[in-house]
Each structure stands twice: as structure tokens, then as C-alpha cells.
Antibody, heavy 117, light 113 residues
Framework: QVPLQESGPGLLKPSETLSLTCTVS????????WTWIRQPPGKGLEWIGH???????NYNPSLRSRVTISLDTAKNQVSLRLSSVTAADTAVYFC???????????WGRGTLVTVSS | DVVLTQSPDSLAVSLGERATINCKSS????????????LAWYQQKPGQPPKLLFY???SREFGVPDRFSGGGSETDFSLTISSLQAEDVAVYYC?????????FGQGTRLEIK
């Protein structure tokens, strides 16, 4: 069983809302910070934001007006919503766990989201 | 935002030779209270997610071979592979978690010469 597994639509049209879910199977999501990161095809990594259970989310200012990260403790899932997508949001989206000492030690395999009309 | 600049952008090293990748931060990532450098290194192979190699700048993640070492402090860091193996071909990224937004270096592509 994969510890972290992202899921969601792979193709969106411009202006639609991206909604992804990360299912965590190796421990409760009430510990650790849970992070979303994206990687445009052939490019580097961009931190989207993170959230800790019972805490406030931190978002990349470049996306803050469009992004929401939330936790569903009943399903042990971490969710990402990104509104008003454009082609620039085309990327592989990863969820990851931030370990207490720092660094992200658990990653999902990533899911490719393509924005195209 | 903290800007991380890696050098070189790409590197070709012979098998068994040393490879060194540098990461320079626009601001110190040293925490004055706990004296920890809030910097991590990752390895990413094609089609895979990044893999954590080091945190606190030089603390090796469990399972990472000891031919890998991380060093540096404040604004200047390095990742060294003492004897390059074929399976080390990858893109390597540094990342700071000193302040949000967390940022990554642009990546260094490591190949076999």
C-alpha cells in the first residue's frame, strides 16, 4: 500500500477549479505538516503550501488568492483546491509529509494535471 | 522570499569520482535559537518524486548511503557524493524551510561522464 496517494482529475479547462486529494495510509494526519508541491513538466519544484491539524495554513504568496489546503481526519486525507486555473498551472502535483526535524520525508507519486481548452 | 541558487546547473562525473553540488541562499537559514540550518537536499530520478537525502543541512536521512554527505552553514551549502555510482544519476535540489514560502533551488542535473 502506497503511504501517500494523490488522486483527482487529470484534465481541466481554463478558469476551472483544480481539486486533488491525498490519501495517507501510514499514520494519522493529525501529526506532521502536510504539504503540496508542484512541478511543471521538465521544470523545478514549487512549494504550494502546507497545513498542520489544528493550525493555520501557510500558502505561497504567488498562489494565496487561489489556493486552499484542508484536512479530512475521518478519511485521513489532505486536499488541495486551486481556483481559476490557467495553462501555467499545468504540472505534476505532489503531496508530501514534512517531518518534525524538517525536510519532506514521505511523498506521493504525484499526479499530472493538464490545463487546456 | 529566500532565493536558493545551485551550481552548477549540470555536472558530468566519471564513475567512482567525486561529485559536488553547491547551494547558495540569499539569506541565512541558520536558526539562532537551536543552531540548526533549515536546509534539505533531495534526489529526483525521472518519473519519481523527490527523495529526501539530508535535513538540517547535514543530517543524513535513514537509508541514504554514506557516500553522500551534506555540509555548510548559514548561506553556503554543499552536497557531495564521494564515489559516484550509476544509480546516482538524477536531479538534485536543495530546499530551505527557514521561512515561508519554502523555496527550492533550480536543480542540478548529475550525469555520468
Amino acid at each position: 500500500q502506497v503511504p501517500l496517494q494523490e488522486s483527482g482529475p487529470g484534465l481541466l479547462k481554463p478558469s476551472e477549479t483544480l481539486s486533488l486529494t491525498c490519501t495517507v495510509s501510514d499514520g494519522s494526519i493529525t501529526s506532521h505538516y502536510w504539504t503540496w508541491i508542484r512541478q511543471p513538466p521538465g521544470k523545478g519544484l514549487e512549494w504550494i503550501g502546507h497545513l498542520h491539524y489544528g493550525g493555520n495554513a501557510n500558502y505561497n504568496p504567488s498562489l494565496r488568492s487561489r489556493v486552499t489546503i484542508s484536512l479530512d481526519t475521518a478519511k485521513n486525507q489532505v486536499s488541495l483546491r486551486l481556483s481559476s486555473v490557467t495553462a501555467a498551472d499545468t504540472a505534476v502535483y505532489f503531496c508530501a509529509r514534512l517531518k518534525t526535524a524538517g525536510g519532506m520525508d514521505r511523498w506521493g507519486r504525484g499526479t499530472l494535471v493538464t490545463v487546456s481548452s | 522570499d529566500v532565493v536558493l541558487t545551485q551550481s552548477p546547473d549540470s555536472l558530468a562525473v566519471s564513475l567512482g569520482e567525486r561529485a559536488t553540488i553547491n547551494c547558495k541562499s540569499s539569506q541565512s537559514v541558520l536558526n539562532s535559537l537551536n543552531k540548526g540550518n533549515y536546509l534539505a537536499w533531495y534526489q529526483q530520478k525521472p518519473g519519481q518524486p523527490p527523495k529526501l537525502l539530508f535535513y538540517w543541512g547535514s543530517s543524513r536521512e535513514f537509508g541514504v548511503p554514506d557516500r553522500f554527505s551534506g555540509g555548510g552553514s548559514e548561506t553556503d551549502f554543499s552536497l557531495t557524493i564521494s564515489s559516484l555510482q550509476a544509480e546516482d544519476v538524477a536531479v538534485y535540489y536543495c530546499q530551505q524551510y527557514s521561512s515561508t514560502p519554502y523555496t527550492f533551488g533550480q536543480g542540478t542535473r548529475l550525469e555520468i561522464k
